[in-house]
């Protein structure tokens, strides 16, 4: 099969989207399958690289935000049709919502990754007011987006259950769950080091790691709120911040005074797992993650994770694994104070196992396998 996808928000900062792409291209053409994604660019291009063909089509910057978009869908539909793909795989609930139907035109199975749940996210991005058709709840406007893309795609893959229910709700069958998975080897407690451990930590005794985007819907600011309230108890913690993006500023005044390190965005993969692998406790805040890969690198790097309530992790995240806490500083310090508790070796192999429940191996061969089904029906039909 040829399996084309295409993106929005692709780029070198983007994280999980990016990442999930680029091992589902590897486990693609490792089952003797082509891979091609489209996504944006600053001009257009074809690139080859370890996970498939890559062609950018120009886009433009979402400002504020280090990401950028492809504003009408005529250059990728000009792609896909000198591509002709078996399969086509979208990621975006924005401008290119509508290939699904230019797919079925045209004789195409296609399916919608949903990488966020659309009612969070007009809670998180905009005030209840500006949404003209539902001053106290996003829900209306959201199952009315959401019923469309129903419509337009044979199938939408979520990768929670938390992340399914606005779909199943509207139409219960169309939607196949599918998590996503980890880099075992990349992420492992192995690259435990010694020297970044006395470097972050000094004479402290318990090492904090937040990694992830410095952006309004991974609430940065309750690790520093964390850490404030470890140090007030006399713990002495420290934090590392890996990441980036508009709400630096306000979290480094935030953590002014408190032992909180920034790194910036960590290009390299293996730095952040050696980062993950000498950490004690990873803290995940983020209140609408639908996933949240960061998560699950952590602990397949041995690492417990504190996790909000809110989100999805409440279903990656076991008792073994980490604790789940409700959005309050406090509930967030004894969370991390109970896991710090617990023997070293025991907690960092439950993470680990928990983790290796995950391969991306398993989740490419599901896709395989959707794909193929869906074939099935299209030629049944």
Same mark, same amino acid.
């Given at each position: 099969m040829r399996i084309v996808h295409v993106a929005n928000f692709y780029g070198p900062r983007s994280g999980g989207l990016r990442t999930t792409m680029h091992e589902l291209g590897r486990?693609?053409?490792?089952?003797?399958?082509? #891979?091609?994604?489209?996504? =944006?660019? $600053?001009?257009?291009?074809?690139?080859? $690289? =370890?996970?498939?063909?890559?062609?950018?089509?120009?886009?433009?910057?979402?400002?504020? !935000?280090?990401? +950028? #978009?492809?504003? $009408?869908?005529?250059?990728?539909?000009?792609?896909?049709?000198?591509l002709e793909p078996d399969r086509i795989e979208v990621s975006d609930r924005l401008t290119l919502r509508r290939l699904g139907v230019w797919a079925r035109k045209h004789g195409i199975p296609a399916?919608? #990754? +949903?990488?966020?749940?659309?009612?969070?996210?007009?809670?998180?991005?905009?005030?209840?007011?500006?949404?003209?058709?539902? =001053? /106290? +709840?996003?829900? =209306?406007?959201?199952? %009315?987006?959401?019923?469309?893309? %129903?419509?337009?795609?044979?199938?939408?893959?979520? !990768? !929670?259950?938390?992340?399914?229910?606005? #779909?199943?709700? %509207? %139409?219960p069958g169309q939607v !196949?769950?599918?998590?996503?998975?980890? /880099?075992?080897e990349t992420f492992t407690p192995l690259r435990y080091s010694p020297e970044l451990r006395r470097r972050h930590l000094g004479d402290g005794s318990l090492l904090l790691v937040h990694a992830g985007r410095l952006s309004p819907e991974k609430a940065p600011t309750r690790s520093v709120d964390t850490l404030r309230e470890l140090r007030a108890r006399g713990v002495d913690a420290r934090l590392v911040v890996a990441g980036d993006g508009p709400l630096r500023a306000r979290v480094e005044r935030a953590a002014a005074g408190l032992p909180v390190h920034f790194t910036g965005f960590l290009s390299g993969r293996r730095e952040l797992a050696e980062l993950f692998a000498t950490a004690d406790v990873a803290l995940n805040p983020g209140p609408i993650e639908t996933f949240c890969l960061s998560a699950l690198e952590a602990l397949a790097s041995g690492t417990p994770v504190v996790a909000a309530t809110t989100s999805a992790l409440p279903e990656l995240v076991t008792p073994d694994a980490g604790e789940i806490a409700e959005p309050d500083a406090r509930a967030w310090a004894d969370a991390v104070t109970r896991i710090a508790a617990r023997p070293v070796e025991d907690r960092r192999e439950k993470a680990r196992f928990r983790a290796a429940q995950y391969p991306w191996s398993e989740t490419v061969r599901r896709m395989l396998e959707l794909h193929e089904s869906l074939g099935e029906a299209a030629l049944a039909s």
């Open positions: 486990g693609y053409r490792e089952a003797g399958h082509e #891979f091609v994604m489209i996504v =944006p660019g $600053t001009r257009s291009a074809v690139e080859q $690289t =370890p996970y498939g063909m890559r062609i950018r089509v120009p886009g433009l910057p979402l400002v504020g !935000t280090g990401y +950028s #978009f492809i504003p $009408t869908e005529i250059g990728v539909r000009r792609a896909l049709a000198e399916v919608m #990754f +949903s990488h966020e749940k659309l009612s969070d996210w007009i809670l998180q991005m905009a005030a209840p007011a500006a949404v003209p058709s539902a =001053p /106290d +709840s996003p829900q =209306p406007i959201a199952d %009315l987006l959401n019923a469309a893309s %129903l419509r337009n795609y044979d199938r939408i893959v979520c !990768t !929670t259950a938390y992340a399914a229910e606005e #779909f199943e709700r %509207l %139409l !196949t769950r599918i998590p996503l998975g980890v /880099d075992l």
